[in-house]
């Protein structure tokens, strides 16, 4: 079974542009989170899709939004880039809802706001 | 509010050691933890996890710990390998149990 994948891998943008981000879940999985790994502030959640709907949602501003497709493909976008936005962006798929059972991470994206 | 928190940033150990990874928690409602192990440019890879109503859960050279009296859990790899080198994140399930909290890590290193 392919793993998680995530697009690009990385990505490099100027303050003020806006990005989207693609995750393509494990087969059958239709649950997908999105987090943000920084060095300072660790892995915080930002997002759970679950067929298709948001389920549950972290403590970060409305610049940070996201969608997931029938497929369970899942993007992510962030508008008004800020220079603090800089950093690894991670998906995870779950057969079940986040907090449920093990989540299964893909390689991330890198985001580099200059 | 919600957290999770390890004791130690770093641990070093010889190869063939046996290593301890230590994480509190601090939410007595989570009922399901989960350790992940991260290399350096790859995302979080599934180690093992166990559910509140175990105590120990065993995985290959893998064992979790949880004790839920003092809020604590702990991951055990035997005769460690330079390859177990990497970040070590446990994470909970948040109250309403629908998504993860992740701790800032531990950094194992092995010296062959």
């Known amino acids: 079974k392919a793993g998680v994948t995530q697009t690009p891998r990385y990505l490099i943008k100027t303050r003020g542009q806006q990005v989207t981000l693609s995750c393509s879940p494990i087969?059958?999985?239709?649950?997908v989170s999105w987090y943000q790994q920084t060095p300072g502030q660790g892995l915080q959640f930002l997002f759970e899709y679950f067929s298709e709907t948001q389920r549950n949602k972290g403590n970060f501003p409305g610049r940070f939004s996201g969608r997931q497709f029938s497929n369970s493909r899942s993007e992510m976008n962030v508008s008004t880039l800020e220079l603090g936005d800089s950093a690894l962006y991670l998906c995870?798929?779950?057969?079940?809802?986040?907090?449920?059972?093990?989540?299964?991470f893909g390689p991330g994206t890198r985001l580099t706001v200059t | 509010g919600e957290s999770v928190g390890l004791h130690l940033p770093t641990l070093s150990v010889q190869e063939g050691d046996n290593s301890i990874i230590n994480c509190a928690y601090s939410?007595?409602?989570?009922?399901?933890f989960i350790w992940y192990k991260q290399e350096s440019g790859k995302g979080p890879q599934f180690i093992i996890d166990i559910r509140s109503n175990m105590d120990k859960r065993q995985g290959q050279r893998v064992t979790v710990l949880l004790n839920k009296t003092v809020k604590h859990l702990s991951l055990q790899i035997a005769a460690t390998q330079p390859g177990d080198s990497a970040v070590y994140f446990c994470a909970e399930n948040n109250q309403a149990g629908t998504a993860l909290i992740f701790g800032k890590g531990t950094t194992l290193s092995v010296s062959s």
């Open positions: 939410n007595s409602a989570s009922d399901y």
């Open positions: 087969s059958g999985h239709r649950s």
């Open positions: 995870a798929s779950s057969s079940r809802r986040a907090g449920a059972g093990e989540q299964y």
